[in-house]
């Protein structure tokens, strides 16, 4: 991938455990996972993608796709020689993200770990759906809350969503790399991979 919308971040020692953190549509890799990194810096290597177009900037030309997603971390990977990791974690998106990683067998995967995925092509609703999902994520950035039925089927009934996702989120994020996310997340079909061997948590 294109140095200018991809990054890819190491914290640790490189002989310790190996884990991939991949975080999520509209998130921003460091307020995303700063309390998991203050935390596990000491015991493990992490290797944290940084996704197209969600550095703490708008980036207008950056295009998300899931396989070239895939393709660019396992550039650097290689290139790092690194060939395998004990665990990816994925939250939304990045589970996505990892799912796809795993499954190419390019990098071995020994456990994968799955926080709010979405794994069924929606079909003709992937475009209408993605949509709706662009609009609430800015309702968020906004400081205003989601449509109560998107709300319900997120997992925040009942819950403040604004001081849940806000803090994780990056400001600067575009309406077409919110779109673009949510679009590819929304088409991907699990029941097409066939090389998921990895031991699977889903959250």
């Given amino acids: 991938m294109r140095k200018d919308t991809y990054n890819c971040h190491f914290i640790g020692n490189k002989r310790n ?16 996972f700063e309390n998991i990194i203050e935390k596990l810096k000491d015991k493990y290597f992490m290797i944290i993608p940084e996704l197209p177009g969600h550095r703490n900037e708008e980036d207008k030309k950056a295009k998300i796709a899931i396989m070239n997603i895939v393709s660019g971390i396992e550039a650097v990977l290689r290139k790092k020689k690194v060939d395998s990791v004990d665990l990816a974690y994925g939250i939304s998106f990045g589970a996505t993200i990892v799912t796809e990683l795993c499954d190419r067998q ?16 929606m079909g ?3 475009k209408i759906s993605a949509f709706v999902m662009t609009l609430q994520f800015k309702r968020i950035l906004s400081k205003k809350y989601m449509n109560s039925y998107v709300k319900k089927q997120l997992g925040y ?3 403040d969503e604004i001081k849940i996702l806000s803090k994780m989120m990056n400001d600067k994020i575009g309406l077409k790399t919110l779109y673009q996310s949510a679009y590819e997340c929304y088409k991907y079909n699990i029941l097409k991979k066939t090389c998921l061997s990895s031991s699977i948590l889903i959250w």
């Fill in 106 to 121: 390019i990098i071995h995967v020994s456990m994968l770990v799955l926080d709010g995925a979405q794994f069924v092509n």
């Fill in 157 to 159: 009934e009942n819950k």
């Fill in 17 to 32: 455990p190996k884990i991939i953190l991949v975080h999520g549509m509209g998130f921003y890799w460091k307020k995303c």
């Fill in 124 to 126: 003709w609703k992937c």
